[in-house]
C-alpha cells in the first residue's frame, strides 16, 4: 500500500523576517512539511542549508515560475506569506498551484495605500479626504490645497516607516522633502517597487487606535484579536509601542469594530486568508486605515495563545491549519489580558549591547523579553526606521496592569550605542 507523504506548506518570507522559524515550528507541531520561498540570491548555493526557493520581490512572474517549477514533482497543499510584497507573491503562486488563499488583485490593492483608500471610498466607507502627490509636482503647490491637521505617507512602506503629521503649509513641506529623501535611500531603492515614487496627503483622523488580527474564510472574516494601542498615536511620527488584547472597551465597540473591518475586507476583495486591520475609533464611527493581507509583524504573534479542543495553539499554529482547509473549531483567545512591547529604538546608532534583560524578566507579569537586535546592527528611529531591538511580553488579569509591567521591564533595560559617524557624504536619514 503507498504511504502518504505529509502536506507540504509554502511560506513566502523576507530572508531577514522574525517569524521563519515560529512558523517552521508550528508546520512540523502539524504534521507537515515546509517549504520556504524567500528573497535570496539565486546564484548562491543554499547558503543556509534549507533548501528555499530563491525569488525576487520585484519579479512576480519569475518568481511565480520559480515557485511552480520547483514544486511540480512534489505538490504545495497550502500557502502562507509574511510580510506586504510576500503576501502579493504568496497569493499568485497560491493561484498558479491550485490551493485556496487570497484573490492576487486584492493583495495587490491591499498593500498600496492610495489603492485601499480608493476602494474603501468607491464602497461608501467613512475615511479621511486624500491627495496623491507625484514625484514631478512640488508639495508647494498643494499645501494650501488641503486641510490641517494632515498626514503624509508612503504608498508602500510598513510598520508606519515614513508617516508623519503636519499641522502647518510650513510643516507638510519638511515632512514631504523628509519623505522624498527617505524614499531616495538605497534601500528602499533597492526594492524596485513603482509605488515608491509618489506620496499620500490624507486628512489626520483623530481617536484611538486598534489593530485586528484574524481570518478569512470563503469571503467570511472572523475576528481572532482586537489589539488596543495604549500609546497615543497623535504625531508627528507613529511609531508603534505597545499592543494589548482584549481591549480596554465595550462590547458594542468591539462589535462596532469587527463589524467595519468586515465591511471593509468585502470591498477590498480579500477572500481566504489572514488579514492583519488597522482602525481609529471615535464616538461616531470607525475609521479602517489599512487592511493588510497578511499576519501580524514581528513577534508580536508570541503574545497571541488560543484555546479549544485541540489545546492550546499559536496564531501560526491556526495559520497552517487554515492553509491546509483543516477545520478550526472553538479556538478562543485565552483568558486573561496580554500585552507585546515593541522596543523603542533609543537612539540612532550602532547596537553594541544591552543591560539589564534579566531584571527586565524577573519583573512581575513579564513572560519574556526577546532582543533580536544583533552586535553592530545600525538602527534609525522613525519615522525613516525600520525595525526594532526586541519585544517585551507581559500576561496577568488585569490590561492596566501588564501594560505597567511591559513599561517596568522597559525601563530595566540599558542600551549602549555607538553614534553613527557618515563617511564621505552627510547622512540621507539625518534631519
Request: hydrophobic residues 40%; contains cysteine.
Given at each position: 500500500?503507498r ?10 518570507a523576507a530572508?531577514?523576517?522574525?517569524q521563519?522559524?515560529?512558523f517552521?515550528?508550528a508546520?512540523?507541531?502539524h504534521?507537515?512539511?515546509l517549504v520556504f ?5 539565486h546564484?548562491?548555493?543554499d547558503?543556509?542549508?534549507d ?14 515560475r520559480?515557485?511552480v517549477?520547483a514544486?511540480?514533482?512534489r505538490p ?9 510584497r ?18 492576487p488583485e ?17 464602497a461608501g ?20 490645497q488641503?486641510?490641517?491637521p494632515?498626514v503624509i505617507k508612503p504608498?508602500a512602506l510598513?510598520a508606519?516607516?515614513g508617516?508623519m503629521?503636519a ?12 519623505l522624498?529623501?527617505l524614499?531616495q535611500?538605497?534601500d528602499i531603492?533597492?526594492?524596485c517597487d513603482?509605488?515608491n515614487?509618489?506620496?499620500?496627503i490624507?486628512?489626520y483622523v483623530?481617536?484611538s ?6 481570518l478569512v474564510t470563503?469571503?467570511?472574516f472572523?475576528?481572532?484579536a ?12 507613529f ?7 482584549p ?9 462596532r469594530?469587527?463589524?467595519?473591518v ?6 477590498l ?9 488597522e482602525?481609529?475609533l471615535t464616538?461616531?464611527?470607525?475609521v ?11 513577534l508580536?504573534s ?10 492550546t ?5 491556526l495559520l ?5 482547509s ?5 479556538q478562543?483567545l485565552a ?6 512591547m515593541?522596543i523603542?529604538?533609543?537612539s ?6 544591552v543591560?539589564g ?9 513579564i513572560e519574556d523579553v526577546?532582543?533580536?537586535a544583533?552586535q553592530d546592527?545600525?538602527?534609525v ?17 488585569e490590561p492596566?496592569?501588564?501594560?505597567d ?21 552627510a547622512n540621507?536619514l539625518s534631519v
Open positions: 500500500m504511504q502518504e507523504r505529509n502536506p507540504r506548506i509554502l511560506l513566502v530572508t531577514t523576517g522574525y521563519t522559524r515560529v517552521s515550528d508546520v512540523r507541531r504534521g507537515a512539511e520561498a524567500t528573497d535570496r540570491c546564484q548562491l548555493d547558503p543556509w542549508y533548501d528555499a526557493i530563491a525569488i525576487r520581490f520585484n519579479d512576480e512572474p519569475g518568481s511565480v520559480a515557485i517549477d514544486t511540480v514533482d504545495i497543499h497550502g500557502v502562507v506569506a509574511v510580510g506586504d510576500p503576501a502579493v507573491i504568496g497569493a499568485l503562486a497560491a493561484d498558479a498551484i491550485g490551493v485556496p488563499g487570497h484573490r486584492a493583495v495587490r490593492i491591499a498593500s498600496n495605500k492610495l489603492m485601499t483608500r480608493q476602494c474603501l471610498a468607491k466607507l467613512p475615511g479621511p479626504w486624500f491627495k496623491l502627490v507625484a514625484p514631478d509636482v512640488s508639495v508647494k503647490e498643494v499645501t494650501h488641503v486641510t490641517y494632515c504608498l510598513a508606519s516607516r508617516v503629521r499641522n502647518t503649509p510650513m510643516e507638510l513641506e519638511s515632512a514631504c522633502e523628509r522624498r529623501r524614499l535611500d538605497p531603492r533597492a526594492l513603482s509605488a515614487e509618489a506620496v499620500l490624507e486628512e483623530p481617536g487606535e486598534y489593530a485586528l488580527e484574524g470563503n469571503g467570511e472572523s475576528a481572532l482586537v489589539f488596543e494601542k495604549p500609546e497615543p498615536l497623535e504625531g508627528p511620527f511609531e508603534e509601542s505597545i499592543y494589548l488584547t481591549p480596554r472597551r465595550t462590547e458594542s465597540d468591539v462589535e469594530l469587527v463589524k467595519q468586515a465591511i471593509a475586507i468585502e470591498a476583495g480579500l477572500t481566504q486568508g489572514p488579514v492583519h486591520a482602525c481609529r464616538e461616531e464611527q470607525v479602517v486605515l489599512e487592511v493588510a493581507a497578511r499576519p501580524i509583524g514581528g508580536c508570541k503574545v497571541l495563545r488560543f484555546t479549544g479542543p485541540d489545546g495553539l499559536t496564531l501560526e499554529d497552517v491549519k487554515h492553509a491546509l483543516q477545520p478550526i473549531v472553538d478562543r483568558s486573561g489580558a496580554a500585552a507585546v515593541m523603542p529604538v533609543p540612532a546608532g550602532v547596537f553594541k549591547s543591560a534583560v534579566d531584571d527586565a524578566r524577573r519583573k512581575p507579569l526577546i532582543i533580536t544583533k546592527q545600525c538602527f528611529p522613525w519615522p525613516e526606521g525600520a525595525s526594532y531591538p526586541g519585544f517585551i511580553f507581559a500576561r496577568g488579569d492596566s496592569k501588564v501594560v509591567a511591559v513599561h517596568a521591564a522597559h525601563r530595566a533595560l540599558e542600551f549602549e550605542m555607538d553614534t553613527i559617524i557618515p563617511i564621505g557624504r540621507p
